[in-house]
């Protein structure tokens, strides 16, 4: 929906117009995910500051993850009337002032509510971003370049977690966590600054019923099992990821262990694992195939959660690089094959992903927590593998066999 029947192809590879998408979308990737997830790097702290146990506090996570999958269609109708860009610019905005604003809330319920409010803000960036890249990009380099835009993703996690873990164990977790706005805001800046304006789309009137509706795009989108299958690999993958780093701070900050807060966020570095991996698994995916590539991503989550199974530091620090650089690169081919797949309505194809794959977060991020409580790491673990397997067994089942060289369109 809005692609353009004009002579416009996209922007190639090397050209101006290609760099500064490629850097804005990054920007924009930061800005949305450094607020998304700041609040996870501190949850130790903030459940002992407000007085809730882990699976409570993972709720500042879940509402946030949550109200950003309840955003993404909204924002998504809001895209084909004002354009990508636009609708973008508007979004990081309000998340950006929101972001600000959550270092002052004096309880944990009015955090939480904040909380939703902006991570429906934040819902304006992935449910628009690829297909902004479908329209503005040439198809033949769609792929590569949604894995550049899933590294900022990777970067703006990073960064959240790593900024605010360290800040809060000296000078508390709101000081962490409004550290981190602000350097989004800074991102956000960039990204208004050189995302070029748009020359692949056409508005579309905002409509929810007839053959163009809203409906019966989604309607479309959900009826084929591949694109079904596609946001179910997000639902699930996104679930266990977001799960293993909602309690590993847990796990670490215990018996055993005992490492501070301040040193388990330098294992959130092994997001930099997922800033290369993402952006390798778009010219993976191009030389030999979506599907091959995903399922092996999957495989490789997998083998890096059994090792942080392991009740040695080291293991566990080698397990978590290997888990998410299999994650991004699994999430980098799933998210750029939406819109290759969509025949019609690009925008709700992309935000069907995003709402699947955000709630996979709230509703799985929250529900390990009730394994992790009873069983300690290894049920949080058992849980978490059948949750990959059972992607593994859909992605075989009911995914295509991609053909090597594909780009981000098809039809």
Same mark, same amino acid.
């Given at each position: 929906m809005g692609s353009s029947v004009s002579a416009w192809e996209g922007y190639d590879r090397g050209s101006s117009g290609y760099r500064r998408i490629l850097v804005a979308l990054l920007c924009a990737g930061v800005a949305t995910f450094a607020q998304l997830y700041s609040v996870q790097g501190v949850l130790p702290i903030m459940a002992a500051d407000l007085h809730v146990d882990a699976a409570r506090s993972a709720l500042a996570v879940s509402a946030a993850t949550m109200g950003l999958a309840v955003g993404v269609i909204p924002w998504s109708l809001v895209s084909d009337r004002w354009g990508r860009r636009r609708a973008m610019v508007a979004a990081v905005s309000a998340a950006t002032c929101l972001g600000v604003v959550m270092g002052v809330m004096p309880t944990f319920e009015s955090l939480v509510a904040l909380r939703f409010v902006e991570g429906m803000a934040l819902g304006g960036i992935p449910a628009v971003a690829m297909a902004y890249l479908s329209e503005e990009v040439n198809p033949r380099y769609g792929a590569l370049a949604a894995g550049t835009y899933i590294s900022g993703t990777s970067l703006g996690g990073l960064s959240g977690r790593i900024v605010a873990a360290p800040l809060a164990d000296f000078f508390g977790w709101r000081v962490g966590t409004t550290v981190v706005a602000l350097i989004a805001a800074v991102a956000a800046v960039v990204f208004i600054v050189l995302a070029p304006r748009q020359r692949g789309f056409t508005p579309q009137p905002v409509r929810l019923t007839g053959e163009q509706g809203l409906f019966a795009h989604l309607w479309i989108n959900l009826r084929d099992p591949r694109l079904f299958t596609l946001y179910l690999q997000g639902f699930l993958l996104m679930g266990g990821f977001v799960a293993v780093y909602n309690y590993i701070g847990f796990h670490l900050g215990g018996e055993p262990f005992h490492v501070p807060q301040s040193v388990i966020s330098v294992l959130f570095l092994a997001y930099l694992s997922g800033t290369w991996s993402s952006a390798k698994a778009g010219?993976?995916?191009?030389?030999?195939?979506?599907?091959?590539?995903?399922?092996?991503?999957?495989?490789?989550?997998?083998?890096?959660?059994?090792?942080?199974? $392991?009740?040695?530091?080291?293991?566990?620090?080698?397990?978590?690089?290997?888990?998410?650089?299999?994650?991004?690169?699994?999430?980098?081919?799933?998210?750029?094959? $939406?819109?290759?797949?969509?025949?019609?309505?690009?925008?709700?194809?992309?935000?069907?992903?995003?709402?699947?794959?955000?709630?996979?977060?709230?509703? *799985?991020?929250?529900?390990?927590?009730?394994?992790?409580?009873?069983?300690?790491?290894?049920?949080?673990?058992?849980?978490?593998?059948?949750?990959?397997?059972?992607?593994?067994?859909?992605?075989?089942?009911? *995914?295509?066999?991609?053909?090597?060289?594909?780009?981000?369109?098809?039809?």
């Open positions: 010219g993976l995916a191009i030389r030999r195939g979506r599907k091959p590539v995903l399922i092996g991503s999957a495989l490789i989550m997998l083998a890096g959660l059994l090792l942080t199974a $392991v009740p040695w530091l080291p293991a566990i620090v080698v397990g978590l690089l290997v888990f998410t650089a299999g994650f991004f690169a699994a999430h980098s081919v799933a998210n750029g094959w $939406v819109p290759a797949l969509a025949t019609e309505g690009r925008a709700q194809a992309s935000s069907l992903y995003t709402l699947l794959y955000y709630g996979g977060s709230s509703v *799985l991020g929250y529900a390990v927590g009730v394994p992790f409580t009873a069983a300690g790491w290894n049920g949080a673990v058992l849980c978490i593998v059948g949750l990959i397997a059972a992607a593994v067994v859909l992605a075989v089942v009911f *995914l295509p066999r991609a053909r090597a060289g594909e780009g981000v369109r098809v039809g």
